[in-house]
């Protein structure tokens, strides 16, 4: 079954740190670029970075660069989002997604369900 | 960055009615243009991409069409699990999404 499953989240002070996993199954995992993509409540999608499928080229939304960085691991068919420097407006629901390019379909066609991120006093 | 607006943001229907929503960009994207349906407390759904092409297991009842800045996705008959948000997406450069339509009864 091909699935995406999301880690990490959780509530953290402003300014602290967390990191998100995101765990792949039922697919070839180094054949696909990633993306994270979040969801603050109540409000719409934002995508937040992407991370070629080599891992070898990333970008970042501005609203994060430089507080932000996607990674992944292909030998442990693992996503990752490193979050430093919290702020309150990062409280989200952190999707990661799926490009699936090497399909031909340049859209997010497999999604994980999501992790909770509480930035908070 | 490219701006994706839809309209209208909400919008009543019942069932069996077609129903039309509306994703402008604010310069040309072509076709990299997809739609997503998320319903409450989900993830989204991809339903069509590069403007007109359904996803695998979307029902035919989903349709888009568009180029350019222009787009909309339609629901020929609207039916009771169809009750959502829907998102439309630009691949063309930076990635945007629209605000969201919400269908509701």
């Known amino acids: 079954q091909v699935q995406l499953v999301e880690s990490g989240g959780g509530v953290v002070q402003p300014g602290r740190s967390l990191r998100l996993s995101c765990a792949a199954s039922?697919?070839?995992?180094?054949?696909?670029?990633l993306h994270w993509v979040r969801q603050a409540p109540g409000k719409g999608l934002e995508w937040v970075a992407l991370?070629?499928?080599?891992?070898?080229?990333?970008y970042h939304a501005d609203s994060v660069k430089g507080r932000f960085t996607i990674s992944r691991d292909n030998s442990k068919n693992t996503l990752y989002l490193q979050m430093n420097s919290l702020r309150p407006e990062d409280t989200a629901v952190y999707y990661c997604?799926?490009?699936?390019?090497?399909?031909?379909?340049?859209?997010?066609?497999?999604w994980g369900q999501g992790t909770m991120v509480t930035v908070a006093s | 960055d490219i701006q994706m607006t839809q309209s209208p943001s909400s919008l009543s229907a019942s069932v069996g009615d077609r129903v039309t929503i509306t994703c402008r960009a604010s310069?040309?994207?072509?076709?990299?243009l997809n739609w997503y349906q998320q319903k409450p407390g989900k993830a989204p759904k991809l339903l069509i991409f590069a403007a007109s092409s359904l996803h695998s297991g979307v029902p035919s009842r989903f349709s888009g069409s568009g180029s350019g800045t222009h787009f909309t996705l339609t629901i020929s008959s609207l039916q009771p699990e169809d009750f959502a948000t829907y998102y439309c997406?630009?691949?063309?450069?930076?990635?945007?999404f629209g605000g969201g339509t919400k269908v509701e009864f």
């Open positions: 310069q040309t994207i072509t076709n990299y």
């Open positions: 991370i070629s499928s080599e891992g070898n080229n990333e």
């Open positions: 997604a799926r490009e699936g390019a090497r399909l031909g379909i340049d859209a997010f066609d497999i």
């Open positions: 997406q630009q691949t063309y450069t930076t990635l945007t």
């Open positions: 039922g697919f070839t995992f180094d054949y696909f670029p």
